[in-house]
């Protein structure tokens, strides 16, 4: 059994001391290394600032994040984040370098990696977004899923144990999202990379391992996609769960369980086969 490398417990924030609203309030839950964790839940219930909070970019007011073996504090923050990457919903935040591949590699001059070394984690980073031929673009000039790509391809050449994605996939196309997606499963499996993915996208959550609802700064669920998705009938499900129910609206014959898009292709297939 693998171990928690992400331990929340019993926190709480507020942006306002002043005032008795929590954005967050009591919140608890392990993330084991290598497991692939969705948040999601409505504008307003704590994901985005749950991803500031984990990587010390905001101070809880009550309750401990524990990354690994470290505990966060203002002393340790830094050493944690070493090994949490976050990529934002806007990446013009995180640009530094005038092209591409010199901002890619700004995070890993800052820990005085070698030349040669930083090399072929840049061509490695730029291979894995589809990114190569951009490599001497400036990132202000590129479209909005090019530059979010970069931004990613920047974090992953950190070799981080953990990526955090709040709304990252928010500005990239479908064909983009299909990709990159690819690549962080193919990391996560083969890496052991640790992926908190914070999204409103039913697709993007359905491809974790675990999903966390939210709700005013609760946690509400916290099973399998599947799981919730069946049992919370206000969430849009994803495309092939919405195929699933719509067919059976009709009347047909189909699996009276949630099928995931593998799932559905492979039962159409099976079914045309039969026709």
């Keep these: 059994m693998k171990n928690p490398i992400i331990i929340v417990d019993q926190l709480t ?86 092209t591409v591949q010199d901002d890619i590699a700004f995070g890993l001059e800052n820990i005085n990696m070698s030349y040669q070394k930083m090399k072929v984690r840049v061509d490695l980073a730029l291979e894995m977004v589809g990114m190569t031929e951009f490599r001497l673009h400036d990132p202000s000039r590129l479209s909005g899923g090019q530059k979010q790509r970069v931004a990613i391809a920047g974090i992953l050449a950190l070799q981080p144990d953990v990526l955090i994605l709040d709304e990252a996939f928010v500005m990239l196309d479908p064909r983009s999202r299909r990709g990159l997606m690819k690549t962080l499963r193919h990391l996560q499996r083969t890496q052991n990379l640790t992926i908190i993915s914070i999204t409103h996208d039913m697709n993007e959550a359905a491809a974790a391992n675990r999903m966390i609802m939210l709700k005013d700064g609760e946690m509400i669920h916290d099973s399998t996609p599947q799981a919730i998705f069946e049992y919370e009938q206000s969430l849009v499900p994803p495309f092939a769960e919405q195929l699933r129910r719509t067919l059976i609206g009709a009347g047909k014959n189909v699996p009276q369980t949630y099928m995931s898009d593998d799932e559905m292709v492979n039962w159409i297939c099976k079914s045309t086969s039969k026709m």
């Design 13 to 98: 924030f507020q942006y306002d001391l002043r005032k008795e609203t929590n954005i967050l309030k009591n919140l608890s839950f392990t993330v084991k290394q290598g497991e692939w964790l969705a948040i999601i839940g409505h504008n307003g219930s704590g994901k985005s600032t749950l991803a500031q909070l984990l990587i010390g970019l905001l101070t809880p007011r009550s309750g401990k994040i524990q990354i690994g073996d470290i505990e966060m504090n203002e002393f340790t923050k830094w050493e944690i984040r070493k090994k949490v990457g976050l990529a934002f919903q806007n990446p013009d935040h995180q640009f530094i370098g005038t």
